[in-house]
Nanobody, 128 residues
Framework: QVRLEESGGGLVQAGGSLRLSCAAS????????MGWFRQAPDKEREFVST????????YYADSVKGRFTISRDNTKNTVFLQMNSLKPEDTAVYYC?????????????????????WGQGTRVTVSS
């Protein structure tokens, strides 16, 4: 079993930056992808970015391309999301998600069902 814990959320003005961290513990050797989703009030959870644990291939939602960067530190079992040029519409709870080698879903990596482990979320608020 893998446990994920996010940190780094907070309040920032539009145009500012934040860096989110997601620390994984437990059976981390089983992880294949780790990603970030977000959920704004009264909206569905949406894909932000994901990264392949071995190899580092990264994918982004169109809404964050060029502004957000995902990275990982395998030695610390941690994934980061550097968020620059933040906009009020980026306001949401950000969730870290992990897909293990045991995951049975064949969903796309941009779909929540593709991930079998979730963190508790960290809130990001961008003021205008």
């Amino acid at each position: 079993q893998v446990r994920l814990e996010e940190s780094g959320g907070g309040l920032v003005q539009a145009g500012g930056s934040l860096r989110l961290s997601c620390a994984a513990s437990g059976r981390t050797f089983s992880m294949t992808y780790m990603g970030w989703f977000r959920q704004a009030p009264d909206k569905e959870r949406e894909f932000v970015s994901t990264i392949r644990w071995e190899g580092g291939n990264a994918y982004y939602a169109d809404s964050v391309k060029g502004r957000f960067t995902i990275s990982r530190d395998n030695t610390k079992n941690t994934v980061f999301l550097q968020m620059n040029s933040l906009k009020p519409e980026d306001t949401a709870v950000y969730y870290c998600a992990g897909r293990s080698s045991a995951a049975r879903s064949t969903g796309l990596l941009s779909e929540p069902v593709a991930y079998d482990t979730w963190g508790q979320g960290t809130r990001v608020t961008v003021s205008s």
